[in-house]
């Protein structure tokens, strides 16, 4: 079954001097990889990077760990992340990843927009987090 869910434009970050204050609002670590889509239909799986392009077949693994998930249909908003010897995140290792051979990234779920089990109801994005 093909995955048919619509391309949804993730949310950027806004940069800024000041952080802003209160309890409406949540931080995230900036981990310095590739902002990715899962989209999850039964067995299909599709990534897709915040511009639409499918990247699918750049990172088998990451689509090989995904399908794990025991959801029939899910919308993760992730980021694919390369940690060097040192666990640091790696933007380099990802884009030379073909010349330094197969790096398997590590795959850092921000947030799951959507899952789809029976009886499952909208988690707060709190609890998703």
């Known amino acids: 079954?093909?995955?048919?869910?619509k391309f949804v434009q993730p949310m950027a970050a806004l940069?800024?001097?000041?952080?802003?204050?209160?309890?409406?609002?949540?931080?995230?670590?900036?981990?310095?990889?590739?902002?990715?889509?899962?989209?999850?239909?039964?067995?299909s799986?599709?990534?897709l990077s915040r511009k639409?392009?499918?990247?699918?077949?750049?990172?088998p693994e990451v689509v090989e760990a995904?399908?794990?998930i025991k959801a029939k249909t899910a919308l993760l908003d992730g980021e694919i992340v390369a940690l060097d010897d040192h666990?640091?995140?790696s933007f380099q290792m990802l884009q030379?990843?073909?010349?330094?051979?197969?790096?398997?990234?590590?795959?850092?779920?921000?947030s799951i927009c959507s899952t789809r089990r029976?009886?499952?109801?909208?988690?707060a994005l709190e609890k998703r987090k």
């Open 45 to 47: 799986l599709r990534l």
């Open 66 to 68: 995904l399908q794990s």
């Open 118 to 123: 029976s009886g499952s109801k909208p988690s």
């Open 96 to 110: 030379h990843r073909g010349s330094l051979g197969r790096i398997a990234p590590s795959s850092i779920t921000l």
């Open 15 to 43: 940069n800024t001097a000041k952080l802003p204050e209160g309890d409406q609002w949540l931080c995230e670590v900036k981990w310095d990889g590739y902002r990715a889509l899962a989209l999850k239909r039964g067995d």
């Open 87 to 89: 666990g640091r995140p």
């Open 52 to 59: 639409g392009n499918d990247l699918t077949r750049d990172y």
């Open 1 to 5: 079954m093909a995955v048919t869910a």
